[in-house]
Each structure stands twice: as structure tokens, then as C-alpha cells.
């Protein structure tokens, strides 16, 4: 993806209303136009009035919230901080860059939204306020996601894809695993119904099958076996982790701590004044906006990074074992999946490396394949594989979930719940860290704050928190340009209320006629969903009829309010 090179955030953000802005010009022309001639009678000048018709409906439903203020809300949403909203694009991240572009097609409000793993770059804040923005939002939405909690809270079906079969359920995810149970279920035992039943009928075919007296019931027999659809159990893709960390070492007490530390590069300090203490057993999550330092502690953990300020110590006979997040560049690409491993296994445990490498579903002609061949999910197997070779009692496990399905997660968890050693976590997955942890640090504007307790706890401060900051903004701050819009906008009314009062009034008229037509047809739409679900039928689809009903009630509620508004106008 290019970097938008030479426009600050915002600028960039607002090109997701470079059609409404368009629009807006276009009408300002027209009603210059409009003042001009004095034509009243002619094609064109009613032309003009219909395309000054047309470009105001369509900005009615496309105008809402003054954009800019739209704008910067949805941008702080997916994490940005408000005094960045003026740097260059350029000087952003990819990851940032993405949240860009997501807040574009957000913000251009689509009908289809098809979204590829979005949380991906996100933080966990980030993550749930786009959640509540889908789930208000009135457009279709396809979705990619691993992230289990997302899926529920967002979607309302869930499409499966397994072993080059589709089967579709109208349901959430978790509900889906239920419905999905169930099915096998049935499917098996329909199965082992029909394979009975043909089994019996061919030892009838056998046992009679030269006896004259029996030829006419063995014939019929036949021809029902011929035409019998044989029902097939589907195939289910059963591979999975099979993850058990080897016993920890007994460390001392403290098995990491961290006073007045301050780290950074160079000149530029990440954090600073960090009291961290990680007791032996404890399991420890990171959490915070991407670039406020996490993935920073881990190297200064690791020892790769020595503090600006402050101490930064590993505890007595502390041995860790390190997930990095940037697998691709720490993975030799020219090495095989099986070398990787092999380079560095001591003793009896290269015995055990082809099983190792198995648990983590590389079997067979898999072993020999190059790193640089390998997917995401492929090379982040093999990092969590490296940990299993020696017996290590702390694991800083830098986002270890981001390129794994839903069940490789589960199994990772449930490996990491069972470890007897310490964990620190860096993770904005709340379905993952849910159950997992116990302790959190959450990294925030250049400082690290402890949280005693689950991440459902910390997420629920944190709600609170952003609301009340959100709400000092918007009361402290208001936007100029939104106070300059409507002054223009008044004005604009003003001008027109002077010189085409009987236009004005004639085109209301035009568009109470409008809307009292739609409004009949969704009266109508709505009586015959109505009539339905008093008294469904088995291919009556409840669910779609019920989503549907609800989407006419809101355009007929929309109607209505205009409707209202410009009868009270014209009455005045």
C-alpha cells in the first residue's frame, strides 16, 4: 500500500467525501444559475430545478454530522491521538496507514463493506468501538476474521469453508459451533441408518438371489439400492496443534522487574518513570496503542535494549523463551522448516524434532519446505515449535495469535493455561487474553499503568475513561468549521427564502408528494412482511424477514420525520 506522501491525516481522511463535496459545489452552481435567469418557463431552467431536486435528496441522505467532526471521531475510534491528527500520512507506520484507509471506506458509508482480517492492526479499544460502528452500521457486511469475540458481537451468519465444501448458517459464530455439532451429528447417524438398512438389503439380494419363487422381490431390491442417494458424511479437517510446553525450572521469586525505567531510540524516549514487577507463575498481558511501547519492553526483556533511565532485570536462574512479533525477519528464509529446528536442538531432544514438528502440523514432504515458501500461519508455528526445545521458565510471547486460525488459538491457550512458569503477553486478541491473564500493564501516552485483574475488567475502565474524554473534547473544542458550515448554510436558506419563495415553495410540495408515495409503498412492504410472521411457513426465512421489516421501519421513520418537517414549513 503507497503512503499518501505530502497530506496530514485528516486531509487525507476527508477524500472519503470528495463525492459530497462535489455535490455540494454542483448545488452552489446550480442555485447561482438560478439567480441569474429569468427564464422561469423554459426546459432548461426546469431542468436546473429537477437537478437542484435530484443533488439536494441525495445530499439529505448522504449529509449527517458536519464531516470533519465525523472525520476525527472515527480516526480516534480506530486509535489515533487528536494532536496527530495533522502529521503527514508518510510519517505513520503501515499499520497506521491501513487505519487510514479504513476510516475511508467507513466513512464513504457503502452499501457492500467486505472486510479481510481488519482487526489485524488494531488495538483492543480499536477493535471494540469498531464493533459498535459495524453494528450500527446500515451497510451488508462480509467478514474474515480469527478474532471469535469480533465475529459474535458483529456478525449474524457465518459462512463455513472446509475441505472444498460450503455449507451456510444464519447464525453467530458460537452458535454456529453448536448448530455445526448437531448437523454431524444427524448426518452420522442417517449414515449408519442408511448403511444398515443396505446392508440388509444385500444379504437379502444374496440370500435369495437364484431362488425363482423370490426373483421378482430380489429384482425390486436391486432396483432400490440403484436408485438409493447414498448419504456421505462430511470430511472434517481434524489437524490441529498438539501444544504442551515442557515443565518450567523453578526461578527465583521475581522473574522480572522494572523501577523508573525509561526506554526509547536515540533522542526519542517511548516511555518513561515504568515500576513493572512479574512474579514467578504470574501470566502478565501488554496492552495498549500500537508504538507506545510493548514490543520495546520485550527487547529490553530479551536484553536487547539497554534503559534510557531506570533498571530493567531478569530474576535468579530466569531462562526465557521469546515469540517475536516480526517472525519473517528473525527466521532464516534459506533454511528448511526441519534445519531451523535442528540448528539449534541439543541432546535428546533432536530425537524428538520430527514429532515436535508434527504436533505443529508439519508432517510428511512439509519438513523439507523452505522458510521463505512458508505462510504467516506456517512461520508462526514453527517460532512457537522453537520454545518447545528447551525447558524454559519464562515465555514473552510477542502477539503469537495474529496469523492462527480460531482452533490453533484454542489450543495455544489451553497449553498456556496448563504452563507451570511466567508469561508476559502482548496480545490485543480479548477472546485469547480472557481467562488467560491476571495481571495487565497497559501502555498509554508515554507511561505504564498496572491492572490487577482480567482483561473484561480493564476493558470496562478503559469504556468509561474514553467516553468522558471523548465528551470533554467535543464540549471544550468545538469545531470551527462546523460552526462556519452552518453559518454559510444559513445563509445560502436565507438567500433563497428572498428570491424564489413561490420555487421554493413549489418544489416542497413536489417532495411532500415524494415522500407520501414512498411511504405508502413501505406501509405496503411492511403489511405483507407482517402477514407472513403472524403465521410462517417451514421456507419462510424468519430471521431475513425480521431484518428486512426492521430496515423499512427505519426508512419509513426517516420518511416520516422529513415528511413532518417540510409539512409544518409549508403550513407556516
Known amino acids: 500500500m503507497e503512503h499518501h506522501r505530502g497530506k ?6 476527508m477524500t472519503a467525501f470528495a463525492e459530497m463535496f462535489r455535490m455540494e459545489a454542483e448545488m452552489e452552481d446550480i442555485t447561482a444559475q438560478l439567480a441569474e435567469r429569468q427564464d422561469y418557463e423554459s426546459k432548461e431552467y426546469h431542468d436546473l ?31 489515533f491521538k487528536y494532536d496527530e491528527l495533522d502529521r503527514p500520512t508518510e510519517t505513520f507506520s503501515q499499520g497506521w496507514n491501513m487505519r487510514i484507509e479504513l476510516a475511508k471506506i467507513l466513512l464513504s458509508k457503502p452499501d457492500v463493506l467486505l472486510l479481510d482480517e481488519p482487526t489485524n492492526h488494531l488495538d483492543i479499544e480499536s477493535i471494540e468501538w469498531l464493533e459498535t460502528y459495524l453494528g450500527e452500521s446500515r451497510s451488508s457486511l462480509v467478514l474474515i476474521s480469527h478474532d471469535r469475540k469480533f465475529l459474535d458481537n458483529v456478525t449474524n451468519r457465518t459462512v463455513e469453508i472446509m475441505v472444498g465444501r460450503i455449507h451456510d448458517y444464519k447464525v453467530p459464530y458460537s452458535k454456529y459451533l453448536e448448530l455445526r455439532k448437531e448437523r454431524l451429528a444427524q448426518q452420522q447417524a442417517a449414515y449408519e441408518n442408511q448403511q444398515r438398512m443396505i446392508e440388509k438389503t444385500e444379504e437379502f439380494i444374496e440370500r435369495f438371489r437364484y431362488k425363482p419363487t423370490k426373483s421378482n422381490q430380489v429384482q425390486s431390491r436391486v432396483k432400490q439400492l440403484e436408485k438409493l442417494e447414498r448419504i456421505e458424511v462430511d470430511i472434517e479437517d481434524k489437524s490441529a496443534l498438539a501444544v504442551k510446553f515442557p515443565p518450567a525450572p523453578r526461578s527465583g521469586d521475581i522473574a522480572y522487574k522494572a523501577v523508573d525505567l525509561a526506554l526509547g531510540y536515540g533522542e526519542k524516549i517511548v516511555f518513561s518513570d515504568a515500576d513493572i514487577e512479574v512474579k514467578r507463575g504470574e501470566k502478565v498481558a501488554l496492552v495498549g496503542r500500537n508504538g507506545e511501547g510493548k514490543t520495546t519492553l520485550m527487547r529490553a526483556i530479551m536484553g536487547e535494549l539497554e534503559p534510557i533511565e531506570g533498571t530493567s532485570r531478569t530474576g535468579h536462574n530466569v ?40 504436533a505443529f502440523l508439519f508432517k510428511g514432504e512439509d519438513i523439507d519446505k523452505k522458510v521463505a515458501v512458508l505462510s504467516g500461519g506456517e512461520r508462526a508455528r514453527l517460532a512457537m515449535a522453537k520454545l518447545m526445545l528447551k525447558p524454559y521458565n519464562l515465555l514473552a510471547l510477542d502477539e503469537p495469535t495474529n496469523h492462527m486460525d480460531i482452533r490453533s488459538k484454542d489450543i495455544l491457550k489451553q497449553a498456556l493455561k496448563a504452563y507451570d512458569g511466567t508469561i508476559i503477553i502482548v496480545s490485543h486478541d480479548r477472546d485469547f ?38 465528551e470533554r473534547h467535543y464540549k471544550a473544542e468545538p469545531v470551527v468549521e462546523e ?12 438567500y433563497q427564502a428572498k428570491k424564489f419563495v413561490s420555487k421554493e415553495e413549489r418544489k416542497i410540495r413536489n417532495r411532500i408528494a415524494f415522500l407520501e408515495k414512498g411511504i405508502e409503498d413501505i406501509e405496503g412492504k411492511m403489511k405483507e412482511i407482517e402477514a407472513v410472521l403472524t403465521n410462517p411457513k417451514p421456507e419462510d426465512d424468519v430471521m431475513e424477514l425480521t431484518r428486512s421489516y426492521l430496515e423499512n421501519k427505519r426508512e419509513l421513520d426517516y420518511k416520516m420525520a422529513e415528511w413532518e418537517k417540510l409539512s409544518e414549513s409549508i403550513e407556516e
Open 319 to 358: 531462562n526465557i523463551g521469546y515469540y517475536a512479533q516480526n517472525q519473517e525477519d528473525i527466521l532464516d528464509k534459506e533454511d528448511t522448516v526441519f534445519g531451523t529446528l535442528d540448528r539449534i536442538a541439543v541432546g535428546d531432544i533432536r530425537l524428538k524434532l520430527r514429532d515436535i514438528l508434527a
Open 483 to 494: 460552526a462556519q458550515l452552518q453559518k454559510k448554510e444559513e445563509s445560502r436558506q436565507e
Open 49 to 79: 430545478i429537477v437537478r437542484l431536486n435530484d443533488v439536494n435528496d441525495a445530499l439529505a441522505i448522504t449529509r449527517s454530522d458536519n464531516p470533519r467532526v465525523q472525520a476525527e471521531k472515527t480516526l480516534i475510534g480506530l486509535g
Open 8 to 13: 496530514s491525516v485528516i486531509d487525507e481522511t
Open 433 to 470: 487474553l480472557d481467562g488467560l491473564v491476571d495481571k495487565l500493564y497497559e501502555f498509554r501516552d508515554g507511561h505504564v499503568k498496572e491492572h490487577l485483574g482480567g482483561v473484561q475488567d480493564f476493558l470496562e475502565r478503559r469504556r468509561l475513561e474514553t467516553l468522558n474524554e471523548l
